[in-house]
């Protein structure tokens, strides 16, 4: 793993548990052991990987002294609709660099996104996608509509939802 990779990843765990996502004591301990590997420092960052079992309780806050020292801190916003709206560009953004999967990411959109913003116009080709891709099986495939082509389709629906990024939600958050 390389520095950058190992920075994205915490910074991937920051963004997530500012949105509310569950992120257990083993990947922060996780992230933190790779970012050390990786030529990463910080005085937290170490006590961090360095946490035994029975310490785990501690890697929340180490983690987030970590995220201080390192500059990558994140908040979400304050207003829930804007936060729901950062959590959905975000996990967008995830989608378009390939982190995550389109099927999985498409469907995250739409359950926890798109329902708490009463499915709004620039989330229903996203939320088309996300359907189509939970609803696909064999029979699909047998005439013609591959999984994988409904992916890339679900992809490039969230490239351009990235790209139509309405001024109203441009606050996706605040990196500290």
């Not at 729901?84 to 990411?105: E, H, K, M, N, R």
């Not at 709004?120 to 939970?134: F, T």
Request: aromatic share 10%; net charge negative.
């Amino acid at each position: 793993m390389t520095e950058e990779d190992a920075l994205q990843e915490f910074s991937r765990l920051a963004h997530a548990r500012a949105f509310g996502r569950s992120v257990g004591s083993d990947q922060l301990i996780r992230a933190a052991l790779d970012a050390l590997i990786s030529g990463i420092e910080s005085p937290s960052l170490a006590m961090l990987a360095g946490l035994l079992r029975s310490a785990e309780s501690e890697a929340p806050e180490l983690f987030d002294q970590a995220l201080e020292e390192l500059g990558l801190v994140f908040v979400a916003p304050s207003d829930p609709r804007a936060a729901t709206w950062a959590f959905a560009y975000w996990i967008a953004g995830q989608i378009v660099d390939g982190s995550l999967d389109p099927a999985i990411g498409t469907y995250q959109i739409w359950v926890d996104a798109a329902y708490d913003l009463d499915y709004p116009q620039e989330l229903r080709e996203v939320v088309s996608c996300a359907i189509n891709l939970d609803s696909w099986n064999e029979d699909w495939g047998v005439r013609g509509v591959p999984f994988e082509a409904l992916k890339a389709e679900a992809a490039d629906a969230a490239k351009r939802f990235l790209t139509q990024k309405p001024e109203q939600h441009i606050n996706t958050g605040v990196h500290e």
